[in-house]
């Protein structure tokens, strides 16, 4: 999928989250490393989504996903920055800290470095809560391309997967 082609996708994927959070009466809110802030800034450029979108969360630095989402410093050290444990705990950290019911979270390796031979640039740990589900979800994607394209691609997932459990 081709940058131009997430780009204009992005909004109809973003009206149906808006219908079904407003259906559900529930609020969402965001966690964001990689994007830094993208996810949210597309989920409030759809007007009226102050009904259904609570806040957004830019924890770029392991401190500051320590400091604003309590994701424990031990897991940082254990898995990474850039896992499954620390997104689902940036996510849980996401409902603690907002009136959210649900949120999305991301962290990840954007490029063009800090990639590793276990965690290549392209490397994305998503988290996703919702109310229904006694845990937060989470799984890793890879996606190819330069920053802008592996960011973009961040953003469609996330939203796209909160949609989904929904």
């Known amino acids: 999928m081709t940058l131009r082609h997430m780009q204009e996708n992005i909004e109809p994927i973003v009206h149906a989250l808006s219908a079904r959070l407003l259906r ?9 490393s990689c994007t830094g802030g993208w996810i949210a800034q597309e989920l409030t450029s759809v007007a009226g989504s ?6 957004g969360f830019v924890a770029y630095s392991n ?7 309590d994701v424990p410093a031990v897991l940082i050290d254990r898995h990474g920055a850039v896992s499954e444990e620390v ?29 590793t031979l276990e965690k290549p640039v392209g490397t994305i740990a998503f988290g ?4 229904d589900a006694e845990q937060a979800m989470s ?20 939203i796209r997967g909160l949609l989904e459990r929904l």
């Open 24 to 32: 559900r009466n529930i609020f969402c809110a965001t966690a964001e």
């Open 50 to 55: 102050s009904s259904w979108f609570d806040c």
């Open 63 to 69: 401190t500051s996903k320590t400091r604003l989402l």
């Open 87 to 115: 997104a689902r705990a940036m996510v849980n950290g996401a409902i603690a800290h907002s009136a959210a019911e649900t949120a999305v979270a991301v962290t990840g390796i954007a490029g063009p470095d800090g990639g």
């Open 128 to 131: 996703w809560r919702v109310p």
């Open 139 to 158: 799984e890793f994607q890879w996606f190819e391309g330069d920053r802008e394209t592996v960011r973009w691609a961040t953003v469609v997932h996330a």
